[in-house]
Structure formats: structure tokens, C-alpha cells
């Protein structure tokens, strides 16, 4: 009966011992292979991570210079508007109709585009020939309403200075175009700039505007 009893115990200590040996086989083997596998895996990490430090920060983008580029006014025109354009060709680029709507009077009127704030526009049979800028408006001379007659001579050396026709001590400053069909004009109280101003000659001096 002893007998018996012992042979079973060794029979199934016998299995416990081949079960564990095959489970410690499976882990080393598993553990192995997770090892093996985890390997390649740091390795491309790691390069990776080193071909970044070297890799220069990417740069921003550039700017949409049509969308975000503020108007200037110069002697060719303001944004896409451009002097001796048919205003007709204007209204369709720019999308819009101008305002007031329709020409008041065909010989000279002055108009506004909604998307073109701070700016009037003189219209001769149907031609844009001139602008006339709000205070603020930025023009290619770097010169506001409120600088002074120093502030536009050290600036623009060569500046055709006259006498208003209208202010007392105050001034017509002109600034030519390369072609000299165009100028900038400002006008000024005999201290600081009060009005500028561009487009095509004669328009660009008419005193009066559209009269």
C-alpha cells in the first residue's frame, strides 16, 4: 500500500518537475524573442531621435503676400487698383461695384470701393486718374499727414515745393513719378502735412478736385 502510494507521488512530482521545466523553457524562449524583437526597436528609436536633433527646425510659412500685404499708395495706384485703368476693369478684379454706384458726372466724379477704405478715387470718362488718402493711409514716400516740410525735404531731397493756392504760408509738395506723368502731392499749413494724394498728371494738381 506504502509502496503504491509512493510511486504516485514520484509519478507527479515527476510531471510537476517536466511542467515546470517546459514553462521556464517558454519563458526564456518568450523572453528571448521579446528581447530580440524589442532590440531592432530601440535602435531605430534611437536614430531617430538623433537624425531629429540634427534635422534644422522647420521653417515657418511664408506669409500670403496678396492676403496679408497692406495697400500702399503710390504713384501707380493703390492696391490693385491702377491709374489709367477703366473703372469698369476695376469693379470686375476687385468684385465689387463702386460707391456711390454709377458715374455722377462722366467729365470727373469721386468714388470709394468697400474694399478699399481710406482711399477716394477720381474717375475722368470712365478712367481712375487720381487718389486722394484718408489720414493713416501708408504711401512709398514714408510720409504722413502730420509730418512736417523738414520731415518731407530731408527725406525727398529733390521735392517740388510751391506755394497753396489757398492757405496762407502753406504749400504744394510734389514728388515725380520715373515716367513723369505721375507724382505724389501733398499739401501742407506752412508747418505740417494736411492732405496727400496721387495719381496721373494734370488730375494729381487739380486744386479743387473735381470741379
Known sequence: ????????????????????????????????????????????????????CKEPPPAEAAPRAAASASPVLSTQGYGPVRFGAKLSDMEQLLGEKSQPPGVQDPACSSIRFDKLPGVRFMVENGVLTRADADAGLPNELGLAVGDTLEQAKKKHPAIVIGPHKYVPDGHYLTVRGADARTAIVMEDDGKRITKIRAGLEPAVSYVEGCL
Open 1 to 52: 500500500m506504502m509502496s503504491s502510494v509512493r510511486l504516485n507521488m514520484r509519478f507527479h512530482f515527476r510531471l510537476f518537475v517536466r511542467g515546470a521545466a517546459r514553462g521556464l523553457q517558454f519563458f526564456m524562449t518568450t523572453r528571448g524573442t521579446t528581447m530580440r524583437m524589442r532590440m531592432p526597436i530601440l535602435m531605430m528609436t534611437t536614430l531617430l531621435t538623433l537624425a531629429a
